[in-house]
């Protein structure tokens, strides 16, 4: 699949996700450096992957699932890059972030590969928001046309309320 990085055509590496499919399992690192498996996590899934929490657009968009996703029942946001850990940990806490769970793919690209989100001669996460529901299904994915831009919120927390 092909997106833009600022303006910039790039073939991203990995699996493409389409709905209807299993979600598959990955494996991360929390910000305490613990182990993170998808297994995990029961009840619905919004998967941000982003590619640096650092930056405008990727600090937005995850204030705004930590305030609008993470309201909803039944429903877990895990928000992935390439950040460290430390990093992560540390932006979390200066935004106030608390409702959504932030890990890293940065040792093993798990994530990036399984889920066909991996940015190459970059090293960083494309934008994509992924949809499971309470079975793994993947029930709505967007991989963000440019990776600089904002994702379709509304149509991610629909694709959650439903």
Same mark, same amino acid.
């Given at each position: ?40 996590? /029961?009840? #619905?899934?919004?998967?941000? %992957? ?6 405008? $657009?990727? =600090?937005?968009?995850? *204030?705004? !699932? ?21 990093? /992560?940990? #540390?932006?979390?806490?200066? %935004? ?6 932030? $890990?890293? =793919?940065?040792?093993? *690209?798990? !994530? ?51």
């Amino acid at each position: 699949m092909k997106v833009t990085f600022a303006g910039n055509p790039v073939e991203l590496q990995g699996n493409e996700v389409k709905v209807g499919q299993k979600g598959a399992i990955f494996n991360a690192v929390n910000n305490d450096l613990s182990q993170f498996s998808l297994s995990s996590i /029961q009840g #619905r899934k919004l998967i941000v %992957a982003v590619p640096s929490l650092d930056t405008s $657009v990727c =600090d937005a968009e995850v *204030r705004r !699932f930590n305030k609008e996703a993470a309201a909803l029942d039944n429903t877990t946001v895990i928000t992935i890059s390439m950040d460290l850990p430390f990093a /992560q940990a #540390r932006w979390c806490g200066a %935004a106030g972030i608390d409702k959504v769970i932030t $890990v890293s =793919d940065h040792k093993d *690209r798990d !994530f990036a590969f399984k889920y066909g989100a991996y940015l190459p001669n970059v090293g960083l996460l494309a934008r994509a928001i992924f949809v499971l529901d309470e079975h793994n299904t993947v029930t709505y994915v967007e991989y963000v046309s440019e990776v600089t831009s904002h994702p379709n919120y509304e149509s991610a927390l629909a694709a959650l309320k439903n």
